[in-house]
């Protein structure tokens, strides 16, 4: 390099021009984001004051709904006040004291209260000089976000409280609170410390990351916008050596599986089997065999009859059994129709599990946030089939996330994975699908592991075939009471609160039926606000 060569001069550069939100005359405003409300900090004020009338003392806090009985705060405030003492002679210290902790306690492993953080705040403090104190101070306070654990730094959970009786009996709360200490002096002598505590909530905000599509019908859209939607895959089983086949359900639902507290869930459930299997789940143990004997033998007569001709009116007659079954199939949800074991059941709903430990004792307990409302689908409206373009994405659980939920599995999340097939074997969806009336069906599992076809060209006489149906619902479930959740899932150590959709099916009579009860249940988040596009 030649050491003659010299730099190029520099100049300063010009300085930021100035910015504003209104075009130029030779501009044109394209979008322009909105104010959010949940931005919008409420203006009332929260007081509370000290029952001692010669030494009171008074809090005030900003930013508060207004006649609310507790103060709330997001995640990252910053608590915003003022002191006033109406004695302020001989004071020698203010402080303010934010403290969080968590209480949990079950009947097996005793109680255990685990501090979060603890931080004070001195507001003011005599100097020196002797400095009067003033009447009135004004604070701000930082909220933590975190508190310290032996495996690092944890988000702060939200308030929160559940108290379950009986056995085994569950209680957990964590809970916030706010302090302001007074310590003054007597000719040297310190006078006992004045202290006015006060509970305050927290409950940092989340939001969903998109908007729920609910008022475009289920059919249309799982065509138009398949990834729209995630499929949880079930098998309701039969008991071995009955002689009927498993029915495969499926449960669509909004593909991001967040959801607010306050968002109305539209869901669409599927069950897909041969029509002896659908009779047996509609009809008690007593009359299930002959319900197969019979509808079976009569369809396949039918079709014995008709071999030869088209096979559009044999699809038909097999349609109309369905679209009866449809018809009444609609669900009951209430209690008593729960308990009926006479009746069927087909039943969504949200669920809550809390889970405690307490000195290696671990105990949990379940609460439903809210039922679904199944209306089943008109007849003819939905073909027996999956749609194999449904959005599953590929989700694995951490290792230091375990399922807690014994009672039942939660749902794995795999994509469609192609197989090679045989020779002459069409494959036209990921599950069911009938290709030529009743002459000819092609079955196959989520993950494509199995195929089982009659050809479509030879007629089978086998007594024992039936058709494949589809029994089709939609329908919506929300949180029954959001403005007493208030807060989503979390985990805080030994308190972890997790959610869950749930399908459950229950055939009548449950010991005396060749199906088995299902209750499949798929893991959710819940955020406290809904998608908001302020966007205008």
């Not at 944890?154 to 916030?176: D, E, H, K, M």
């Not at 539209?266 to 009809?283: D, G, N, R």
């Not at 096979?311 to 129709?337: C, D, E, N």
């Not at 959709?501 to 955020?527: C, G, M, R, W, Y």
Request: hydrophobic letters at 30%; a positive charge.
């Amino acid at each position: 390099m030649d050491k003659s060569a010299r730099l190029p001069s520099y100049f300063p550069s010009q300085p930021t021009p100035s910015y504003t939100h209104q075009p130029r005359p030779d501009e044109e405003r394209l979008a322009i984001t909105g104010e959010n409300e949940r931005a919008r900090l409420p203006r009332g004020t929260f007081r509370v004051s000290s029952k001692n009338s010669r030494n009171a003392v008074t809090l005030e806090l900003d930013n508060q709904e207004e006649n609310a009985s507790i103060p709330c705060f997001d995640k990252d405030a910053v608590i915003r006040g003022r002191i006033q003492l109406h004695n302020w002679e001989r004071v020698q210290r203010v402080v303010v004291e934010l403290e969080g902790q968590l209480k949990i306690s079950i009947a097996e492993g005793g109680n255990k209260t685990r501090p979060l953080f603890r931080i004070a705040h001195v507001i003011w403090e005599r100097d020196e000089a002797d400095t009067q104190c003033p009447q009135t101070h004004e604070f701000l306070c930082p909220l933590p976000n975190s508190y310290s654990t032996s495996s690092g730094m944890r988000p702060l959970p939200p308030s929160f409280q559940v108290i379950f009786p009986g056995v085994p009996g569950l209680f957990a709360n964590t809970f916030y609170t706010i302090s302001v200490h007074v310590s003054r002096v007597w000719k040297i002598i310190p006078k006992p410390i004045l202290t006015l505590s006060t509970p305050m909530k927290y409950y940092p905000r989340t939001t969903a990351p998109r908007v729920i599509k609910n008022t475009v019908p289920f059919f249309s859209l799982i065509k138009t916008a398949p990834e729209e939607y995630y499929q949880v895959v079930a098998t309701m089983r039969s008991r071995p050596g009955s002689g009927f086949a498993s029915i495969h359900c499926l449960l669509f639902v909004p593909s991001t599986c967040t959801y607010a507290l306050n968002d109305e869930i539209p869901f669409h459930v599927q069950l897909t089997a041969p029509l002896s299997s659908l009779l047996s789940f509609a009809q008690s143990s007593s009359c299930s065999g002959h319900a197969r004997s019979s509808t079976t033998t009569r369809l396949l007569s039918e079709r014995r009859t008709t071999e030869h001709m088209d096979a559009r009116p044999l699809v038909r007659s097999s349609s109309s059994t369905s679209a009866s079954m449809r018809s009444s199939f609609a669900t009951g949800i209430s209690r008593a129709g729960r308990n009926n074991m006479t009746k069927y059941s087909v039943r969504v709903f949200l669920l809550r599990q809390i889970i405690v430990e307490v000195r290696g004792q671990r105990a949990w307990r379940t609460s439903v946030l809210g039922e679904g409302k199944l209306t089943p689908s008109p007849p003819g409206h939905s073909p027996p089939c999956t749609y194999p373009y449904a959005y599953t994405p590929q989700r694995q659980r951490s290792q230091n996330q375990p399922e807690f939920f014994s009672p039942s599995s939660s749902s794995s999340s795999l994509r469609p994975t192609p197989t090679p097939q045989p020779a002459g074997v069409r494959r036209l969806s990921t599950v069911y699908s009938r290709f030529s009336g009743l002459g000819g069906y092609v079955f196959g599992s989520n993950t494509g592991s199995k195929n089982i076809t009659v050809p479509a060209s030879e007629p089978q006489e086998d007594p024992g075939s039936d058709p494949i149906e589809s029994l089709d619902w939609d329908g919506t479930v929300r949180v029954n009471n959001p403005t007493e959740i208030q807060t989503g899932g979390f985990a805080a150590g030994c308190l972890v609160v997790k959610d869950f959709i749930v399908l459950e099916l229950q055939p009548p009579d449950p010991s005396k039926n060749p199906l088995i009860a299902l209750q499949h249940t798929h893991p959710i988040k819940l955020v406290t606000d809904a998608y908001e596009d302020t966007w205008t």
